[in-house]
């Protein structure tokens, strides 16, 4: 089993950074697949970016050369670097960790982007 907890959401301007984190418990955080996704209002649960137990990285389109992920294994902790945000990023994010047929979910954290 595993518990996942998001922080670091919050209200930003365009064009300004924040930092999520998702901080893991439970064992063997570092073979799970990390993963961010979002989800704004009557939308789908939409994949941001994951990352693989070998540091392995894929980003959605539109949030390429923008978001970069990164895990810490010492800390059992998974980040998302947002820059250049937009109101177009404004949504629930959600923390994933997937291993097989394991896979488990955070209760998210809120990013809105406006002025």
């Known amino acids: 089993q595993v518990q996942l907890v998001e922080s670091g959401g919050g209200l930003v301007q365009p064009g300004g950074s924040l930092r999520l984190s998702c901080a893991a418990s439970?064992?063997?955080?570092?073979?799970?697949?990390m993963g961010w996704y979002r989800q704004a209002p009557g939308n789908q649960r939409d994949l941001v970016a994951t990352?693989?137990?070998?540091?392995?990285?894929n980003y959605a389109n539109s949030v390429q050369g923008r978001f970069t992920i990164s895990r810490d294994n010492a800390k059992n902790t998974v980040y998302l670097q947002m820059d250049s945000l937009k109101p177009e990023d404004t949504a629930m994010y959600y923390c994933n960790a997937k291993f097989i047929a394991r896979n488990y979910w955070g209760e998210g954290t809120l990013v809105t982007v406006s002025s």
């Open positions: 990352i693989n137990s070998r540091g392995s990285t």
């Open positions: 439970g064992a063997n955080f570092a073979i799970y697949t």
